[in-house]
């Protein structure tokens, strides 16, 4: 898991999405997915192509 909110989007393909505390479904191309932070995870390719993804994490950047 992380310690940071995860988010993707699907860009082609499909992918079989297990986050904690929910049922599992299948996300497909445009999909946005939002992990909460330290929620554990897991995603696997379903189908005959591959499964591609953006994904973008956050983070504070902290200054002194």
């Known amino acids: 898991y992380a310690d940071d ?4 989007v699907v860009q082609s393909g499909q992918m079989k999405v297990t986050i904690e505390g929910q049922e599992p ?3 497909s191309k445009h999909f946005l997915i ?3 932070k330290r929620l554990q995870y ?4 379903v189908g005959n192509e ?3 993804r953006f994904e973008m994490r956050s983070w504070v950047l902290l200054v002194a």
């Open 34 to 36: 939002q992990v909460p």
């Open 5 to 8: 909110r995860v988010f993707w």
């Open 42 to 45: 897991s995603m696997e390719v």
């Open 25 to 27: 479904f299948i996300a």
């Open 50 to 52: 591959p499964a591609l």
